[in-house]
């Protein structure tokens, strides 16, 4: 999947230490980067640099203000804890739902992602 971002450093140093990502490739196109994080096996974007106007008008809001994004864990207070002390914004407090512990947080550009833990069969 491919995530439009302002800039290649302050996107992989908030998906890598914010969100505890791995970044996978970091490797120079001419004047642009091919930049992949990953937060598991099977799992990873492509943090794609804004060229255009109209790709700078879509970052932060690739889903048009909706959760499109779904980061599961196996220990969610462990995670929200590390992702609260780094910074990221929460826009509600955690809950219980029938299928998991979940939280609705924004990326660094305003994306907005679910914390999921998912409930247990």
């Known amino acids: 999947m491919t995530l439009v971002v302002r800039d ?21 196109q001419g004047d642009k980067r091919w930049v992949v994080v990953s937060a598991g096996e099977g799992t990873s974007l ?7 106007g109209q790709q700078q008008a879509r970052v932060g809001d690739q889903t048009g203000g909706r959760v499109g994004f779904f980061l599961n864990t196996d220990d969610f207070d ?7 002390a780094f910074g990221v914004h929460f826009r509600e407090e955690p809950r219980d ?7 609705v947080f924004e990326d660094l550009y305003g994306n907005r992602w679910d914390l ?4 247990r069969a």
């Open 8 to 28: 290649y450093d302050e996107a992989i140093r908030f998906y890598v230490e914010g969100l505890g990502f791995t970044l996978v490739e970091d490797l120079p």
């Open 46 to 52: 492509l943090l794609a640099r804004a060229d255009t």
């Open 78 to 84: 462990r995670d929200h804890a590390r992702m609260v």
């Open 97 to 103: 739902e029938v299928y998991g512990r979940v939280a």
């Open 116 to 119: 999921l833990q998912p409930a």
